[in-house]
């Protein structure tokens, strides 16, 4: 051990190189496959509740074993390429999907290796953004980005490459359709997803999710304010139309384009579509955990009581990861279920009005709560006052019921006017052959 602290290989700790690898082989091979299938069992039963009916039942106890038989079964089934497809992007291209997903758990701190202090320190500017009183080194993590949040929306936009390709290199003209729908609605909705970061990373003053959560760790979820719900919500409907669930699953649209931009693929190429759609669904829970939620943090378990808990012995951290873990699981679990529901609850959304939604609902919301945001910030965190947060929801809360107020009525009274409503004559109805009349005869 003490060799692989010492020697480096391509100018990192030898120790480092051994933790990545062990992360991809354990966390790509083993935990994230598993977590994925039986997510996709867990939706199954989910559905099957709200429909009234028993979901996976035959294979194992409870349909426990239904997620083996579907991987078995994608991994034996043909791969059918067609012969004008390009064979080479057509394999590149769910390859891509699936790293890009994978990447962005890769900053995600589930959980502590040791445990330090801060001094607080005040600012000759009157600024204090990441005063705490503890922070913890992440060790269920690959790596401790000081730019983590930026570099896990940069990986994530990779799937829009990865869709674009796939749909292009199949030559057919449903999976380009589809995969057009997909790069412009995943574009649109990246929009309003990375504004809703903003008011995090103003009040943390740093992009590193591992400072996010210290932030939380001293002074409470970032949930519990209003533009913090409100940021919340927009990244969760966000969150929602970049992984393309119901009700924005417009790429995957079977009555109009079959299966969009995945329709020329089969066997374990298509498995690898449904792997990383799965894994994003997991990605954008963990992110939603982290930013809003606190992570392993609950209101009454601050920082103090984890430096108590994980002290200096082995032991003593171990049970504050196991801890940590565990309300961080409790809380993805609640995450995933909440997109489950909305799944088998809502109706897919037309492809104009989910396009509309994103640019005069969404962006505009976003920008607006950056404001309120600030504001939030000039009263509670700059302030730090006795009657802070008092003041802070006192101001938040009515601009954050005016402003959804405001733009959902401007939105309704766009969409009620001549002009919006109109249709095309040719797509209102189909042609329909005149018989000729009696006179005519």
């Excluded at 690898?21 to 299938?37: E, K, M, Q, T, Y």
């Excluded at 929306?153 to 292009?168: D, E, N, Y």
């Excluded at 400072?211 to 409907?237: D, K, V």
């Excluded at 008092?390 to 405001?406: E, H, I, Q, R």
Aim: glycine letters at 8%; charged letters at 10%.
């Amino acid at each position: 051990m003490a060799w692989a602290q010492q020697s480096e290989f391509l100018g990192l700790p030898t120790w480092q190189w051994v933790k990545w690898v062990l992360w991809l082989a354990v966390g790509f091979f083993g935990i994230f496959p598993g977590v994925v299938a039986y997510m996709v069992w867990a939706e199954r039963k989910v559905a099957a509740r709200f429909q009234d009916r028993i979901g996976p039942n035959r294979v194992g106890p409870l349909g426990l074993l239904q997620p083996i038989a579907d991987a078995l079964k994608l991994i034996t089934k043909e791969n059918i390429v067609p012969r004008s497809a390009d064979q080479w992007v057509h394999l590149l291209a769910p390859v891509v999907l699936l790293v890009s997903a994978f990447l962005v758990l890769a900053t995600i701190p589930f959980g502590i290796t040791s445990v330090y202090k801060l001094e607080a320190v005040d600012d000759p500017n009157g600024f204090d953004p990441v005063a705490v009183r503890g922070g913890f080194i992440p060790g269920l993590a690959a790596v401790n980005l000081p730019s983590g949040l930026l570099f896990l929306i940069a990986v994530s936009s990779m799937s829009t490459l990865g869709i674009f390709l796939a749909g292009w290199s199949s030559r057919n003209k449903y999976s380009l359709l589809g995969a057009m729908r997909a790069v412009a609605q995943l574009v649109s909705y990246e929009i309003p997803q990375v504004l809703a970061t903003v008011p995090i990373i103003l009040w943390t003053g740093s992009l590193s999710l591992v400072a996010i959560m210290n932030r939380q760790f001293a002074h409470g979820w970032f949930l519990l304010s209003p533009p913090g719900l409100l940021a919340f919500a927009l990244l969760t409907i966000a969150n929602i139309a970049e992984v393309n669930r119901t009700p924005f699953d417009l790429p995957e649209a079977e009555s109009e384009i079959i299966a969009g931009y995945h329709t020329e693929y089969s066997g374990m190429r298509f498995g690898l579509f449904f792997l990383a759609e799965y894994l994003s669904v997991f990605g954008v829970s963990c992110l939603g955990t982290t930013l809003f939620l606190g992570g392993g943090t609950l209101p009454f378990l601050g920082d103090s009581t984890f430096r108590f808990i994980a002290g200096e012995s082995t032991l003593s951290l171990g049970i504050a990861n196991l801890i940590l873990i565990s309300i961080f699981t409790l809380k993805l679990v609640g995450y995933i279920f909440l997109m489950f529901w909305i799944r088998a609850t809502l109706p897919r959304m037309r492809v104009d009005r989910l396009m509309n939604f994103a640019w005069k609902v969404m962006v505009p919301l976003s920008l607006l709560n950056i404001v309120i945001a600030a504001a939030w910030y000039e009263c509670v965190i700059r302030a730090s006052g006795p009657h802070s947060k008092l003041l802070g929801w006192g101001v938040t809360t009515p601009l954050a019921a005016l402003s959804v107020s405001f733009v959902f009525w401007l939105y309704k009274r766009q969409a009620a006017t001549p002009e919006a409503t109109a249709v095309v004559p040719a797509l209102a109805t189909p042609a329909v052959r005149r018989l000729p009349t009696a006179a005519a005869r």
